[in-house]
């Protein structure tokens, strides 16, 4: 026969189950509500034409880790003939980020890949008047080859500079039920004039988001900055 202390002891035990399911987020929001990143950034504006490319930072094979964390994955070649400027874009959509799965970040990518980085430092990133970005840029060096980074993450309407900060607002989400969608923005260009470089991929950037829908700026941005471009 059961004693009365296993009886309870059981009972905790289910009762701890229930509530573990109860607090796992669950509910899922989207900034993305329909069609595919790509449909919203134009591959042609202003003086900014493009080309599809690979990259071999983001790698999306199947099976892959990438794989599993993207549900999209557009990378880009823009060319500024006028300015002799070129800027790759990649823009890595994950419908969920969950404990399982988040956004990579370039600071970790890039060294795996053989990079050092020389420069590694949060930047508020101007995109219209009065209004920024909580981005990052990098200056990255390996062998003859260096490159200029700027990015930015969205974990539902978090944008946060470092991993301790996507973690936090991660915690913070999940606390509310919530799955949020997120996506990287990584801008990038060669050459080794650092002011030059992060000046072409500053002005690229404001161009880009000025040439999206403004209802569709949030996919990029979060809401609270896409209201405050659409009103400066």
Known sequence: MMERRDFLLGAACLAGAAGGVALKPHHEVKLLKSGKVADLVPAKFGDWTSEDVGDPYAING?????????????????????????????????GKQSDELQLHRPEVCYPAFGYALVRNEPVSLPVGKGVTIPARRLAAVQDDRHESIIYWSRMGEALPQTGPQQRAARLEIGLKGIVPDGILCRFSTAGDDLDRSWASINGFVADLLGAIAVDKRNVLIGDQRANALRQA
């Open 62 to 94: 199947p099976g892959t880790l990438s794989a599993k964390l993207y549900n999209e994955l557009i990378t880009r070649q823009y060319v500024n003939e006028k300015a002799q400027a070129a800027v790759l874009m990649l823009l890595a959509y994950g």
